[in-house]
Structures are given as C-alpha cells and as structure tokens.
C-alpha cells in the first residue's frame, strides 16, 4: 500500500515532507482491512469519511488526531459499534458491516480492548478480572470454583508477563492506574484476541507508566504477531511506542506513514485549524 500525507487545498504545505512512503501494511497481509468508510451518528453529520486503514499482523499503530477528530468512533467500527453509512470494515476475514448480530458477536471476542479508565471491577481480584477476559468461551461455569484450572493456568501467566502475578489475590481498586492498565492488558489478551484496540490507554497515566504500558503493547504486538491499534494524544509517545501512524482530522485520513519517516512537524497537519486546546500534544 502506498502511504500518504494528504494536504487539503486549505492547509500550508510545510518543507520537507515525504509525501509518499511505503507502509508496513498492505492489504494483502492485514488482519484488518477498511476501505471507504463513513460513519454518521443519527442524522447527525458524517464524522468519519472515507477511511481506509490497513492493520498488519505485528505491527503497533499509533492513532493520532484532535479531540472530536473521530478517533474513537474509529475504534468503534472495529468492533461493529458504529453507524456505518457506507465502506467495508473487515476483521480477520470477516466484514463488520454485513454480519447478524450473534456473528458478529462471535468477531468481537477476536478483538481485544483496552481503556482509558481501564474498566476493571475494583472489589474483585486481579485474577478474576483477567478471568472475565475468558467469559466468551468458558462455557458452563462452576460456581463453586468459578473457572477451571486452566483458565486459571493461563490468567496467571499472563499476570506473570505483564509484572504483576505477585498482586493477583489483591482487589483491583488497590492496584497504582499503571498497574491497573497491565491487568486490564492481561484480561484483553485472556481472550486470545487477534487484534487489539487501546483507546487513550495512558490518558490517565504519568510519563514514566505511560511508556512501561506502550513499550508493554508494542511488545506484545510483535510477539504475539497481532497488530495493535493505540490512539494518542501525545506526540513524542506515539513517535517513540509505534511501527506506523494514522492521523485523523475532521474524520479523513491525512496521514498513514511509518513512524520512522515522520516528525512532530510533519504530524502538525493533523492539528492544524483546529481550536481545541493543544497543551499535551507537544
Ligand atoms: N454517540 C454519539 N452520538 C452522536 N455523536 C457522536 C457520538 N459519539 C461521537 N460523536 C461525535 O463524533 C465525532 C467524533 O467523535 P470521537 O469520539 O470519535 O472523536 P475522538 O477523536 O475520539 O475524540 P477524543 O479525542 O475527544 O476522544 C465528534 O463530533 C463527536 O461529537
């Protein structure tokens, strides 16, 4: 796939930009393919436009844009939560945009989240959130013992991978936010997603967690051989935590390069006009 940096006709063409890159992805290897997207809530208007995004096994992707840019409805779409006008959403082979609702049920346990607040059940157990991850296919539980023992197993050595194992008999709420977002990491992976979606997964966090939880992600994605999908609304962490960037403005795509060919000036398109408070983007 070639990779852009579109300049509408009303922006400043800054020097020096690489207009044209090639990307990680194509895609012939994507795990997730969209493709001419438009979304628009109600009649309301349309707040994503002609999308395309390709996500490769592997690779982590850094989604960038202003506030109301339509980062999350993006996100949304991906889990067949958005009101998709027109476009092809496909994950993993299958197109969001066409699957009854107990397929795409079935999808959505392939696509693992990951929150800004991290929506964890604070009275419960480190392990037993991480359990919840299996829900889809524990089957019958029993109640006495809850999961089974290799759920269990499996929970446990993802709190291992994460850091964490030792605070797995802890009640979540006395977990520090950093350590919070590495069991809501672990309960996503308890899914055995084949992607997984961060949406502003360090918002809440200080500097020093917010790069343990990326450096976190991307190991993950290269491991474990899935794309991630993080979007951001500081610079320099998705410059420094990410394969490739996307960046959105007014719901177009108007950057889709490698994180290595790109800069915070060449990233300054994405932002510019817009008036919403830019203080933590730089
Ligand atoms: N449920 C909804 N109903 C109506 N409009 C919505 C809804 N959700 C989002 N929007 C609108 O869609 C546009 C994109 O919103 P979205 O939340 O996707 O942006 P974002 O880039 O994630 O913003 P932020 O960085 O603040 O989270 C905005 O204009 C928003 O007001």
Redesign the pocket.
């Known amino acids: 796939m070639t990779t852009t940096i579109h300049r509408p006709a009303r922006t400043t063409v800054s020097a020096g930009l690489a207009a044209t890159t090639t990307s990680a992805a194509s895609s012939a290897d994507s795990l997730v393919t969209v493709r001419g997207l438009r979304v628009a809530?109600?009649d309301?208007p349309v707040?994503l436009d002609g999308v395309d995004l390709d996500l490769a096994p592997g690779e982590t992707v850094a989604l960038l844009?202003?506030?109301?840019?339509?980062?999350?409805?993006l996100m949304r779409a991906l889990t067949g939560f958005a009101p998709v006008v027109a476009g092809s959403v496909d994950v993993a082979g299958h197109d969001l945009t066409r699957l009854r609702r107990g397929e795409l049920r079935r999808v959505r346990a392939d696509v693992g989240q990951v929150f800004q607040q991290f929506n964890l059940v604070g009275r419960l157990s480190v392990l037993t959130n991480v359990l919840t991850g299996a829900l889809h296919d524990a089957g019958p539980l029993n109640w006495v013992g809850g999961f089974g023992s290799a759920h269990r197993r499996r929970a446990m050595a993802l709190l291992d991978r994460v850091g964490i194992a030792h605070k797995a008999n802890d009640q979540a709420r006395t977990l520090s936010g950093g350590q919070q977002q590495r069991v809501a990491i672990a309960r996503a992976l308890m899914q055995q997603p084949r992607v997984v979606l961060a949406d502003?997964p360090v918002a809440s966090l200080d500097p020093r967690m917010s790069h343990s939880v990326l450096e976190l992600l991307q190991e993950i994605a290269r491991e474990d051989g899935i794309p991630v999908l993080v979007?951001l609304?500081v610079l320099p962490l998705a410059l420094e935590h990410s394969d490739r960037v996307v960046g959105?403005r007014h719901g177009e795509v108007l950057v889709s390069a490698p994180t290595a060919s790109l800069d915070a000036e060449a990233l300054a398109v994405v932002y510019e006009g817009v008036e919403e408070e830019t203080d933590d983007q730089h």
Do not use: A, I, N
């Open positions: 809530y109600g309301g707040v844009g202003s506030s109301g840019s339509g980062k999350s409805t502003e979007s609304h959105l």
